[in-house]
T-cell receptor, first 114, second 113 residues
Framework: SQQGEEDPQALSIQEGENATMNCSYKTSINNLQWYRQNSGRGLVHLILIRSNEREKHSGRLRVTLDTSKKSSSLLITASRAADTASYFCATGEAFEAYGNKLVFGAGTILRVKS | DTEVTQTPKHLVMGMTNKKSLKCEQHMGHRAMYWYKQKAKKPPELMFVYSYEKLSINESVPSRFSPECPNSSLLNLHLHALQPEDSALYLC????????????FGPGTRLTVL
């Protein structure tokens, strides 16, 4: 079942601009993660934010989490052509004592024009 | 070494064939996952192995048969697949713990004729 819903579905910006993607989810979570996928390839983990955190930074990435609204946002600042990819949020549900069951949102396709 | 490898990269098979996908990691991770991803869709979880035991089967048809021979290796055996099973099959692993990052392999692009 799909947990996260993302918007926009597609985003096209100029190099140097900021890109913001939003994710909403439905149930309680342990954590929320953002992944990037270049065309037809494996996913690359970008950032993980735990349910007791509100904001997290990693380089040009900034993620916020609002558990009261069940939503998260990913901001990419000073975008580059190499940021062109699909971006997925994924909510983590723990199972047993090990592992983390991820349920992915529909994704946002980001195109950065140079 | 933070890499998950998958072989083959591409696979074309007929509906009567038997084939296997292979996934390997040497990071000491104890949970491994198979996902299926159709074009322009998000990955969907198929199976999870935790400490080499099948923990989750997301109601996957029996024509997909997972196997975890050891803590570093995960296989997905394919038999009598349908054309709608054509997709990108992704493997991932996590160390342990409830908040762990999943490390993904590059995937196997499967085409069923």
């Amino acid at each position: 079942s799909q947990q996260g819903e993302e918007d926009p579905q597609a985003l096209s910006i100029q190099e140097g601009e900021n890109a913001t993607m939003n994710c909403s989810y439905k149930t309680s979570i342990n954590n929320l993660q953002w992944y990037r996928q270049n065309s037809g390839r494996g996913l690359v983990h970008l950032i993980l934010i735990r349910s007791n955190e509100r904001e997290k930074h990693s380089g040009r990435l900034r993620v916020t989490l609002d558990t009261s609204k069940k939503s998260s946002s990913l901001l990419i600042t000073a975008s580059r052509a190499a940021d062109t990819a699909s971006y997925f949020c994924a909510t983590g549900e723990a199972f047993e004592a090990y592992g983390n069951k991820l349920v992915f949102g529909a994704g946002t396709i980001l195109r950065v024009k140079s | 070494d933070t890499e998950v490898t998958q072989t083959p990269k591409h696979l074309v098979m007929g509906m009567t064939n038997k084939k296997s996908l292979k996934c390997e990691q040497h990071m000491g991770h104890r949970a491994m996952y198979w996902y299926k991803q159709k074009a322009k869709k998000p990955p969907e979880l198929m199976f999870v192995y935790s400490y080499e035991k099948l923990s989750i089967n997301e109601s996957v048809p029996s024509r997909f048969s997972p196997e975890c021979p050891n803590s570093s290796l995960l296989n997905l055996h394919l038999h009598a697949l349908q054309p709608e099973d054509s997709a990108l099959y992704l493997c991932a692993s996590t160390r342990t713990g409830r908040a762990d990052t999943q490390y993904f392999g590059p995937g196997t692009r499967l085409t069923v004729l």
